[in-house]
T-cell receptor, first 113, second 119 residues
């Protein structure tokens, strides 16, 4: 079946460096993508989203890139901080699917001081 | 903002009892609410989709008589775990959707989760 997956289970970066978290999706009908951050014991927190008619969107210190040709989504975090340590999930929404999301497996970002 | 709350945040109960978890959208009216469960170090698993005034739609493998969902208003949905057993122990998370634009996709905003431990 269709699935959303992440390439790497863990990512360790030095504080101050940029982080890039990657996600592959396989549902070509998906038209809306979201990145969530989840800290231990808390619910997922919305970070940034992108619609399929865009290939890049920037927020505060974060950028999401969408490559529909290869079905790839990435989250870039600039100047990574200790507070960025968390599990990150990509999620996709299929057009017309009543906002139902399919989540990737999650990747743990660990920031070294 | 788009704030979603859950209550309680943590509950411990005896096997065989029922537990109710509330999910509220505090500053917006949610067209749809979702219920997820999450096991340690795993992703979120969708349990059901809840629309106000209608029956919830359950995902395959989720027992609707075990996990009762009531969506009484556009700001409140409840999940009741009936006759809870230790294997029901998990982290339960709700989300509520807030439309971005008319006809556009809706973003899901999540509650803080409820940790259920069944003894």
């Amino acid at each position: 079946g269709e699935s959303v997956g992440l390439h790497l289970p863990t990512l360790s970066v030095q504080e101050g460096d940029n982080s890039i978290i990657n996600c592959a999706y396989s549902n070509s009908a998906s038209d809306y993508f979201i990145w969530y951050k989840q800290e231990s014991g808390k619910g997922p927190q919305f970070i940034i989203d992108i619609r399929s008619n865009m290939d890049k969107r920037q927020g505060q210190r974060v950028t999401v890139l969408l490559n529909k040709t290869v079905k790839h989504l990435s989250l870039q975090i600039a100047a990574t901080q200790p507070g960025d340590s968390a599990v990150y999930f990509c999620a996709e929404n299929e057009a017309g699917a009543n906002s139902k999301l399919t989540f990737g497996k999650g990747i743990t970002l660990s920031v070294r001081p | 903002g788009a704030v979603v709350s859950q209550h309680p945040s943590r509950v411990i109960c005896k096997s065989g009892t029922s537990v109710k978890i509330e999910c509220r959208s505090l500053d917006f009216q949610a067209t749809t609410m979702f219920w997820y469960r999450q096991f340690p170090k795993q992703s979120l698993m969708l349990m059901a989709t809840s629309n106000e005034g209608s029956k919830a739609t359950y995902e395959q493998g989720v027992e609707k008589d075990k996990f009762l969902i009531n969506h009484a208003s556009l700001t409140l949905s409840t999940l009741t775990v009936t006759s809870a057993h230790p294997e029901d122990s998990s982290f339960y998370i709700c989300s509520a959707t807030r439309p971005l634009l008319a006809g556009g996709p809706s973003t899901q905003y999540f509650g803080p989760g409820t940790r259920l431990l069944v003894l």
